[in-house]
């Protein structure tokens, strides 16, 4: 009896592995382990759940749109910096046009919407065109795009003083979004404080809304054909459905989130970036849904959002208490940079047949 009792205790752990997924126990784990540490050390807990839900809410709708390209069968999409660069240049349009506030926030996410989806319908026809290969070429796309916006970042012709160089032309790196009553405005929305936690209550609905807005559309008629194409296309496309159009409608998606995203991002920020800061910007994206239990060919909303808190969690965790263990030292970016990276590697290398 005991070793029967043995044997049944081995098969629900690993049905729970299964179901859960090895990546998000083991950063799960490793979390938990990090925060006894920092109580250990004398960090503020109070300060990293603060920061940890923060960090989640800025960065959730950027993880969010992975899900659309996953599940569309072209897998994660490494080129998210394209839409971040539609957003960012929503917002500059939006700073030059004189609006603050959530007029700014408003008309930066009007002007983000048709020009993301007019840049993500290119995108997706090319990614119609390299079938088989869309994660390489998607990372060099994004790469060349955040490249190509340098150039236009200095050549544009805007002319209002709270965005340009003191001296000579074009936009400054980082902008101000205080400059123009824009920096935090969805995290003060009926932001209130537990036990010394600041929720950010109005940062949190407005990733809430856009997850059952997205978990809304997996469930219309064109989701389940977007979803459909990506499991299986032979039969998708012996069913009637037209695979490459639906491709693109899910990259066109996966745009506009990403466009979306950066204005949430930067306004909890409090800062918009340009030049070369959105170019590494969809491997933390990637990561996050990933740990969430996403793979490279299969996505839900559920995987982003706790993705994004366990990454994130991580992350604001886990830098402070390896500086504060190892003293005089600087190893948050090293460690942020194995995190990330390990867990894509992982991922990928779970994927039969390599990219898909």
Known sequence: MPETNTVGLMYKVKDVVSTIGMPTLIIAAFWVLTLVGGYIVGISMSALLSDTIKRAGMNGILVLAMVPAIQSGTGPNFALPIGIVCGLFAMVCSIEAGVSGYAWFLLSFALTVPLAAVVGYGYGKLMNA????????????????????CLAWLMIPFKNPKMGWFIGKGLRETIQLDAVGAAQILNNILAFEVGGIIIPTGLLLFFALFCVLVWLFFRSKMGIAISA?????????????????????????????????????????????????PLMMAFPAVAAVLIGGATASRAKVSHAIIGVFLFQGLLTTALPVANEIFAGTDLSEIMRMIIQNGIILYALTQVKGGAR
């Not at 088989?132 to 916006?149: D, P, R, W």
């Not at 989130?257 to 800061?277: D, E, P």
């Open 229 to 277: 194409g990506g499991i299986n296309p032979m039969f998708a496309q012996a069913t009637g459905l037209n695979i490459d159009k639906n491709r693109i409608y899910a990259n066109v998606l996966s745009t506009v989130l990403g466009g979306l995203g950066i204005i949430v991002y930067s306004q909890s920020f409090g800062y918009a970036q340009l030049y070369t800061a």
């Open 130 to 149: 390299v079938k088989g290969s869309e994660m390489t070429i998607a990372t060099y796309t994004g790469f060349s795009v955040v490249a190509l916006m």
